[in-house]
């Protein structure tokens, strides 16, 4: 690990602010993710400035009967909050299949939302990748692909985003809060938040130079059946081959998301309206226009048996 400086922010304003004024700053929290990226190289920042004292760690009811999760919530305390299991439990349940114990302890919801890739071809520095090296090329496309992308890819990026936190936020239409080094506080739409790879898979989200999370807001509950099935190489400590979270409603009405196809969790409204009528009519609208390699086309027909699984447990 190379050398760098530390500092413990004073402020939200102050911590972006510092970011936004060196291009090799980076914020830290629970470092569950950026701590492994700088041991290998691939992230190495020269200043960290430690945001857990910034206060941002309350869950809180909001006026309209939502929720608002501050971002430095661990994932632990989340997915064991009393409103969090009661209301929301397609997010409980998401954050549990995730990591370890351990893990969960320390990572932080804002940084869920922020990890980066595991593609292999992301870790291993001897190969190329536009993620890490932007216009090196690709090695996942003439490589091993059957963990990778089959939606939203493109000819520079068929990498997929880690988080299961993020299908049951997507599926949960959360909105991300921001503060901009500048002060400006703006509010993303979670479904605006993560970027597809284009030709430029290296800028994930669509936070701009030190823009800081310092919430994410939850809309009032959804009733229904609240279900995070997680499909993986193992039973635990693993990223998914393929994960569906569903609400879904006793007259079979409801939404989807699904993890481990997509540069970003996917959800098409128009998925959602097909659900009443089973698993492969939603699977095939959520699914159209897929671009699978040889390798990784086994996950079409895994999402439609997966989504099949969760349907027949709704429906008890």
């Given at each position: 690990?190379?050398a760098f400086t530390f500092e413990r922010a004073s402020s939200v304003e102050a911590?972006?602010?510092?970011?936004?004024?060196?291009?090799?700053?980076?914020?830290?929290?629970?470092?569950?993710?950026?701590?492994?990226?700088?041991?290998?190289?691939?992230?190495?920042?020269?200043?960290?400035?430690?945001?857990?004292?910034?206060?941002?760690?309350?869950?809180?009811?909001?006026?309209?009967?939502?929720?608002?999760?501050?971002?430095?919530?661990?994932?632990?305390?989340?997915?064991?909050?009393?409103?969090?299991?009661?209301?929301?439990?397609?997010?409980?349940?998401?954050?549990?299949?995730?990591?370890?114990?351990?893990?969960?302890?320390?990572?932080?919801?804002?940084?869920?939302?922020?990890?980066?890739?595991?593609?292999?071809?992301?870790?291993?520095?001897?190969?190329?990748?536009?993620?890490?090296?932007?216009?090196?090329?690709?090695?996942?496309?003439?490589?091993?692909?059957?963990?990778?992308?089959?939606?939203g890819v493109s000819e520079a990026c068929i990498a997929t985003h880690p988080s299961?936190?993020?299908?049951?936020?997507?599926?949960?239409?959360?909105?991300?809060?921001?503060?901009?080094?500048?002060?400006?506080?703006?509010?993303?739409?979670?479904?605006?938040?993560?970027?597809?790879?284009?030709?430029?898979?290296?800028?994930?989200?669509?936070?701009?130079?030190?823009?800081?999370?310092?919430?994410?807001?939850?809309?009032?509950?959804?009733?229904?059946?609240?279900?995070?099935?997680?499909?993986?190489?193992?039973?635990?400590?693993?990223?998914?081959l393929v994960s569906v979270g569903a609400i879904i409603q006793s007259d079979g009405?409801?939404?989807?998301?699904?993890?481990?196809?997509?540069?970003?969790?996917?959800?098409?409204?128009?998925?959602?309206?097909?659900?009443?009528?089973?698993?492969?009519?939603?699977?095939?609208?959520?699914?159209?226009?897929?671009?699978?390699?040889?390798?990784?086309?086994?996950?079409?027909?895994?999402?439609?048996?997966?989504?099949?699984?969760?349907?027949?447990?709704?429906?008890?």
């Amino acid at each position: 690990m190379r050398a760098f400086t530390f500092e413990r922010a004073s402020s939200v304003e102050a911590a972006a602010k510092s970011v936004a004024s060196n291009p090799d700053a980076r914020f830290i929290a629970g470092g569950t993710n950026l701590l492994d990226l700088m041991k290998l190289e691939i992230e190495t920042p020269t200043h960290l400035i430690d945001v857990n004292g910034l206060g941002l760690d309350k869950i809180e009811a909001t006026t309209d009967g939502g929720l608002r999760i501050g971002a430095l919530v661990r994932n632990t305390d989340l997915a064991a909050h009393e409103t969090v299991r009661r209301d929301y439990g397609l997010l409980s349940r998401a954050l549990v299949a995730g990591a370890s114990g351990q893990l969960r302890n320390k990572a932080t919801t804002s940084g869920n939302l922020l990890q980066r890739t595991r593609c292999p071809y992301f870790y291993d520095t001897n190969q190329p990748c536009n993620k890490r090296q932007p216009g090196s090329g690709c090695s996942a496309l003439g490589g091993i692909s059957r963990q990778l992308g089959v939606m939203g890819v493109s000819e520079a990026c068929i990498a997929t985003h880690p988080s299961d936190m993020a299908v049951a936020m997507r599926a949960l239409d959360a909105v991300v809060e921001t503060v901009k080094p500048d002060g400006t506080i703006r509010s993303v739409k979670i479904e605006d938040f993560h970027r597809l790879p284009g030709d430029t898979p290296h800028i994930e989200t669509v936070l701009e130079r030190g823009e800081f999370i310092t919430a994410v807001s939850l809309p009032p509950p959804v009733g229904g059946r609240h279900i995070y099935r997680k499909v993986r190489d193992r039973a635990s400590y693993a990223f998914a081959l393929v994960s569906v979270g569903a609400i879904i409603q006793s007259d079979g009405k409801g939404r989807v998301a699904v993890g481990g196809v997509a540069h970003k969790p996917w959800r098409l409204e128009a998925a959602d309206v097909e659900l009443p009528k089973g698993a492969k009519a939603a699977s095939g609208a959520l699914l159209a226009g897929s671009r699978p390699t040889e390798q990784n086309k086994f996950k079409i027909d895994l999402v439609e048996r997966t989504l099949g699984a969760v349907i027949s447990e709704a429906r008890g």
